[in-house]
């Protein structure tokens, strides 16, 4: 009698662990008997800026895929519900705005059915954190993916910092045995980055020491809402808060590492404009985000102070709401004076003896971007690969704020820009008529003002081709 009850007790061990090994093997505890396909995702990260120098972090953190995890979501109609999530592994960085990762999906032979898969990078306690019911809709199961952080977010060095959250999403897709071709898509990150640059004029009398930024929010939405998303261009067009909106008690503080800028230090969450009865507040809303910024004066060794708000450049300045996704570059012209004694006596004061201009890019966008003091160059891309010999003329993406706009030079006769200093122009390549015909190379030269920026462009390449 013993003898059996061992038996049977043993064969309860034995089943248990054959069940804890097929749950490691399959991507859910519910899709435990299902065949999967592994799928490959290639993915865009969220711009790539072209500084002279490095400080707290580099683009290689700031596009560091630490963790990924794809929720899968069944399609019907306008209706998208829960199937499963699933951990991303072999995740690679391709290029400096580019990577790719591996996942194991459940195959669905059924005609006709179709999956939305939405990635979330960089929030794995998040993800892990929330409970999904079954079918249970995408907008419910992506509102509740909130990331909370009071502070600083953490950029100290290429070794000590919180790596930042991402989401993107594919099209509907069948995950049967032809999936085998890599799924691409476009991550967007989570909170807005803000440089503070001091110009060559403004440099031999001021020296900035510190930035404190006040009124801004400790907690976001991981994943936009869909009516601040256009999905047509991929960009994001207002903020999306989460319901309970939580916010920093006092000011964000900044022992900046340069006297000269500050990049990739400041990364905040969203923040829409503030709004009194309906209409957006003035410039100088004591509630309105700012920075303030600390710095000596004409050799002085006293600290004062300067407000910079995030204001547009036009005559009249309009309140900038902060946007996910975005950078937004404060560039100090001109300092005519000390500023206030004190950080509250210049965040309830006027802006004064401080002239500022204020760029922003939406990184998703124009991923390259080149800056000197004054100007910015962004281009789309700086690798153009042709396999075909055929003539071809492609519209490519260049934007800049020089006042005269972009000119090009080409190294190469069959190679040519049009037209010149447009936003949208168009890469001439004459046919490639050569005997035998070989692979050939040509370089572009963009330029606005001081900036130069080079695009290479391969003809007749059969496979990738590095910059």
Known sequence: ????KLTILMLCIYSLTLLSCVKDKFPTDTQDQQNTTDVTFAVTLPGLSQDISTYAITENEENKLSTVDVLVFKVAGVNETFSYKVKGRNIKPLTANSSQFQVSLVTDMTANVAYRLVVIANARAEVDGINISANEQKATTLGKLIVNKQGVWKTNSVTDYNPLPMWGESAPVAINNNLTAPISLSLLRTQARVDVNVSAQAQPVFSMTSISVYNTNANARIA?????YNTATQKVTTVSLPDVLQTNAGPLLYTIQSPL???HEIYLFEKGRIMNSGVPAPPGDTKSASLIIGGHYNGSSVETYYKIEFLSNEAIPAPLPLLRNHKY???ILQVGGAGYATKEMAMTGKPSNMQVTTTIVDLNDMPIVYFDE?????LQTELLIYPTLEARSE????YTNF????TYTSDSPWLTVSPNGANTAYINIAANTGTPPTTREGILTISAGKIRAKIKVVQGASQSISP
């Open 329 to 331: 570059v404060f560039n």
């Open 395 to 398: 519209p490519y993406k260049i």
């Open 403 to 406: 006042p005269s706009g972009w």
């Open 261 to 263: 800028k500050s990049e």
């Open 224 to 228: 936009p809402l869909p009516a601040s």
């Open 374 to 378: 004054h100007y910015y160059l962004a």
């Open 1 to 4: 009698m013993e003898r059996t």
